[in-house]
């Protein structure tokens, strides 16, 4: 799977610019604020629909103007695929796919998939359960629309449950909470199988890359920690006893406390917390290789590789480590973005070199 041609029009800095991607490396190179990561983003858009920087769509059409376009062809091992997302600072933004509009983001998914890495993902590791479960959730959703649909309707019952358990008629409460928890679980168990699935598969792949980016002087593990599953194929009971357990004090907190939206990624290096103990450049590896195995699942599962967007990842390792990484990647097409050409992206054979000065390729060879 890859992404065959970009079109910007309106998009962030972009007035109109149309990128044609090699299927192999491709590199965007120019200073700061120039408009690389905005590419980077354009792409992700295609896949998920949503952007991994802008908290709304309206966000990114270029300042005086009141619409902008992002339109790509991908290909995959079922042919050639059009995807147009189209914003509007008067409306919300329309989706198409091969010319016909979607009604919900779930058929989005799948068409062209993605890994994205930036210095960002860093969060994965060093920042709070919910970034952890953010990457089950956008790698998850992209492979699964069951997993997706059944996350999108998990979390609309948490809000509503969530409210039920600050009402305060306790009567109400107490008769109501069977008929939601009901509901959760059925939909908290496609979660959980799916995630626990995920680790699974993530744990040989994430261990491997981790130690081929080190020169295998590190070990990594990594684990999904539930807190209430005792029985992996009996989540469903498991869950509606924790939560009939937890009834009182979820009342007294006003929120559930337990179930897949509290969900987390143990993640250690030789043993140890690399959240707690692990250094900064063992945190960033380990990010890394997590985003690595996460390749390897896509192809395990669809038979070809996603995109891999590294935005202003390379800065972030030593040559060590950008020499391996590049090593590991060479045969998957890579959108990467930096501020020069380094030594190590200079060695690669048939890369493609795009220059972006002011929203504009400059340069295209």
């Not at 998939?113 to 590791?125: D, G, R, T, W, Y």
Request: charge should be neutral; proline fraction near 2%.
């Amino acid at each position: 799977m890859y992404i065959k041609n970009l079109t910007l029009q309106n998009y962030r800095n972009y007035e109109k610019a149309s990128f044609s991607f090699s299927n192999g490396i491709n590199i965007l190179t120019g200073d700061n604020a120039q408009g690389k990561t905005n590419c980077a983003e354009a792409i992700f858009y295609l896949c998920t629909g949503y952007s991994p920087r802008a908290t709304r769509d309206k966000q990114v059409i270029k300042y005086g103007s009141d619409s902008a376009t992002i339109s790509g062809v991908a290909n995959s091992s079922y042919g050639d695929v059009k995807i147009d997302i189209k914003f509007s600072d008067k409306k919300n933004k329309e989706i198409l796919v091969n010319g016909v509009p979607i009604k919900k983001i779930g058929e989005l998914m799948g068409n062209l998939n993605s890994v994205f890495f930036n210095p960002e993902e860093l969060k994965l590791i060093k920042e709070s359960p919910e970034d952890r479960r953010r990457f089950m959730d956008i790698s998850l959703s992209q492979m699964s629309k069951r997993y997706f649909y059944a996350l999108q309707k998990y979390r609309k019952i948490i809000e509503q449950r969530n409210d039920l358990l600050k009402n305060p008629d306790k009567e109400v409460v107490y008769e109501t909470l069977p008929l939601w928890d009901a509901q959760l679980s059925e939909y908290a168990e496609i979660i959980i199988k799916e995630r626990l699935d995920f680790i699974k598969m993530l744990k040989p792949f994430a261990s491997n890359a981790h130690s081929f980016i080190t020169g295998g002087n590190e070990s990594l593990e990594i684990s999904l920690e539930s807190g209430y599953i005792e029985d992996e194929y009996n989540v469903k009971d498991c869950l509606l006893r924790a939560l009939t357990e937890r009834v009182e004090k979820d009342i007294i907190l006003g929120y559930t406390s337990v179930g897949p939206h509290r969900d987390d990624i143990k993640i250690k290096i030789s043993g140890e917390d690399v959240r707690i103990y692990g250094s900064q450049g063992q945190q960033r590896t380990s990010a890394l290789s997590l985003k690595l195995a996460e390749l390897e699942i896509f192809k395990n599962r669809f038979n070809e590789y996603p995109v891999l967007i590294l935005d202003d990842a390379l800065s972030e390792l030593d040559q060590k480590r950008r020499s391996r990484l590049i090593d590991r990647i060479k045969n998957i097409q890579t959108i990467i973005t930096c501020t020069e050409l380094t030594s190590e992206l200079k060695t690669i054979e048939n890369a493609k070199h795009f220059i972006i000065e002011n929203g504009e390729i400059i340069s295209e060879q």
